[in-house]
């Protein structure tokens, strides 16, 4: 499933959360996704061209038994790929995407037609004697 937020804004980040929870409703894994959305999103908007007036970003969430994948495609716009950073708790910026690699199981950023795409993957946790997949 995927969807496309448009026109730049920071309420836009509110209402991909909403999806997001709304999609995952009953999921042990809906509060750590909706909290991976939120910053993936807010990062689309503040630190790329998605957050200007025709700016846009967009949300894809695989859902499986074993893993949610929730991807947000940004717009791009400044040059630089998004990395994962661990700063100090002290620090105002650049702690999102350490946040999202603490709750997450995996990271990936990708390069797309003038932006990017930061996929961050949470694991089902096998039942007691069972098997992840």
Do not use: Y
């Not at 509060?31 to 700016?55: F, P």
């Not at 894809?60 to 074993?66: K, R």
């Not at 400044?78 to 994962?84: A, H, I, L, R, S």
């Amino acid at each position: 499933m995927d969807v496309c937020w448009r026109r730049g804004r920071v309420v836009e980040v509110s209402r991909a959360r909403r999806w997001t929870r709304d999609i995952l409703h009953g999921s042990p894994l809906a509060e750590d996704a909706e909290l991976i959305v939120s910053e993936l999103s807010a990062n689309a908007i503040l630190h790329t061209a998605s957050g200007q007036e025709s700016g846009s970003f967009h949300l894809a969430l695989a859902v499986s038994p074993q893993v949610i994948a929730l991807s947000v495609t940004d717009d791009g716009g400044t040059g630089m790929t998004p990395k994962v950073e661990h700063q100090d708790q002290e620090a105002e910026h650049g702690r999102g995407l350490g946040m999202v690699s603490a709750i997450a199981h995996r990271v990936v950023v990708h390069e797309t037609d003038g932006g990017h795409t930061v996929t961050a993957e949470l694991f089902a946790r096998p039942r007691r004697g069972g098997h992840p997949c």
